[in-house]
T-cell receptor, first 116, second 111 residues
């Protein structure tokens, strides 16, 4: 039973299209994240939600819009896809956000996006 | 300047060798540090936390040097299964306790 699951695992699409990636966690965590890992393997945070509320929004183009319908789900919608959006997108969750964080993130398996 | 810097490697070592990686961080106020492991085309997973007093877990030892702002990971008696990328992570005490990942150090253990 996968703790953090994201779909789709692979996504190949044309420039200019709009696509969504879905994420669900069954760990009962309050905080969820989206990270982007580019071809150089750098893992950069994009967004963080705590109990459905946005708490971190790094410098990300506004073509990227996260949505959290409840604390177990955090979806990522991307408009007008560009070549530079090609990367692996990881969803993650953690139990705490704030003082006392364990620092353990539980990641999904990643969604590999290729923009042609 | 990158906030968390690592030598990307690869470090090629024979089985049984001892290997060490360092990672430097720029935020002197950071309190918590971690090592994550990422296998090829897989997601990162927590390997161990790094405490001020050092932390040992079997063949793995993590150390923190606040004066020089670096953390280290020592792997003794390397196994083939240790081949992976090791990510150094800093936790900042700002909104959301954001984790900042280094670019990773790739380790390849050869028979």
């Amino acid at each position: 039973d996968t703790a953090v699951s994201q779909t789709p695992k692979y996504l190949v699409t044309q420039m200019g299209n709009d696509k969504s990636i879905k994420c669900e966690q069954n760990l009962g965590h309050d905080t969820m994240y989206w990270y982007k890992q580019d071809s150089k393997k750098f893992l950069k945070i994009m967004f963080s939600y705590n109990n459905k509320e946005l708490i971190i929004n790094e410098t990300v183009p506004n073509r990227f819009s996260p949505k959290s319908p409840d604390k177990a789900h955090l979806n990522l919608h991307i408009n007008s896809l560009e070549l530079g959006d090609s990367a692996v997108y990881f969803c993650a969750s953690s139990q705490f956000s704030g003082a006392g964080s364990t620092g353990e993130l539980f990641f999904g398996e990643g969604s590999r996006l290729t923009v042609l | 300047r990158k906030e968390v810097e690592q030598d990307p490697g690869p470090f090629n070592v024979p089985e049984g060798a001892t290997v060490a990686f360092n990672c430097t961080y720029s935020n002197s106020a950071s309190q918590s540090f971690f090592w994550y492991r990422q296998d090829c085309r897989k997601e990162p997973k927590l390997l161990m936390s790094v405490y001020s007093s050092g932390n040992e877990d079997g063949r793995f030892t993590a150390q923190l040097n606040r004066a020089s702002q670096y953390i280290s990971l020592l792997i003794r008696d390397s196994k083939l299964s240790d081949s992976a990328t090791y990510l150094c992570v800093e936790e900042g005490y700002n909104a959301g306790n954001m984790l900042t990942f280094g670019g990773g150090t790739r380790l390849m253990v050869k028979p």
